[in-house]
């Protein structure tokens, strides 16, 4: 099975006081380690990247490799600057990561001919697979079919975390096999999984994530009836997380639950009053 799949957590970046909290950030690591998650994402959507500095992203990832110890830690790699972007890949290629998450050039919005070149430029240099992101709600450009077709054939591109909510891209490239198909909206995990999909990388997994395991882990071994009772008893946790811009509803959540304080970086705001009661009422449930 390929390392590129169960549940991977998008790990979020704790603040205090205008700082980057790596104590509560090494909690959050070591919880889910606790949790038998399969593995993380460090500076991707969900960590606020480009609300980071440079010094501040490269001391993130550092700390989330040195608590993940034998877990593995796949690196965001975003932005739209073409020459920026293979420099950062270069460098991330002398850390022990397993991997790249990378997303199509935001703001741009390049061609398909465009998007092959970029993912394909940086799966050349890199030494660690790629996991293409395809969300075009924040890139505002969609990979189509027969483009990640393509670069499904490049040996250094190995999954994608699907966020476009096309069902019939989706079970196209569970069928065709050679990517790991990694759900990417946290509602499709279950449907994901049971057309053959490898995993999720779900942000809604910071809470409960042992539960999220349990789920993947009942699909897995064909307990489809009970990966489901399972799911359904997340969905309105899910919805909850995500009825809000992210990653502010699950720092709120992580607040409630002693975990970090629901401190984020402008232009991000906190969850509203509304939906910290609300979640207050699902996580005493």
């Known amino acids: 099975m390929s390392i590129f799949s169960g549940i991977w957590i998008p790990l979020v970046t704790p603040f205090s006081n205008g700082r980057v909290d790596h104590n509560a950030l090494r909690n959050l690591v070591r919880s889910y380690v606790e949790a038998k998650v399969a593995g993380f994402v460090a500076l991707g959507t969900t960590g606020e990247p480009s609300s980071l500095d440079h010094a501040e992203q490269a001391q993130v990832l550092a700390t989330i490799l040195d608590e993940a110890r034998n877990h593995p830690v796949v690196a965001g790699l975003a932005g739209n600057n073409a020459a920026d972007l293979r420099e950062r890949a270069l460098h991330l290629n002398e850390l022990p990561i397993a991997g790249l998450l990378v997303p199509g050039p935001y703001y741009v919005r390049p061609s398909q001919a465009g998007l092959t070149s970029h993912f394909t430029t940086l799966a050349d240099i890199s030494t660690v697979p790629l996991i293409v992101y395809d969300i075009p709600y924040r890139t505002g450009v969609r990979l189509d079919l027969a483009t990640l077709l393509t670069l499904a054939g490049h040996p250094n591109i190995h999954a994608i975390k699907d966020c476009a909510g096309s069902l019939e891209t989706t079970l196209a490239l569970i069928l065709d096999g ?49 990966g489901r009772e399972r799911f359904h008893r997340l969905v309105p946790l899910i919805q909850a997380l995500m009825s809000e811009p992210n990653p502010a509803p699950v720092k709120c959540a992580l607040e409630i639950l002693g975990m970090i304080r629901q401190e984020l970086r402008a232009p991000m705001t906190q969850a509203t009053g509304r939906l910290r009661d609300q979640l207050g009422v699902l996580l005493s449930s």
């Not at 995993?199 to 009836?225: C, L, N, Q, T």
């Open 178 to 226: 050679r990517l790991s198909v990694l759900a990417g909206e946290d509602l499709n995990m279950f449907g994901t999984l049971c057309l053959g999909g490898h995993g999720a990388i779900a942000a809604s997994a910071h809470v409960r994530a042992a539960d999220f395991v349990e789920v993947y882990e009942a699909i897995k071994d064909g307990r489809i009836d009970e």
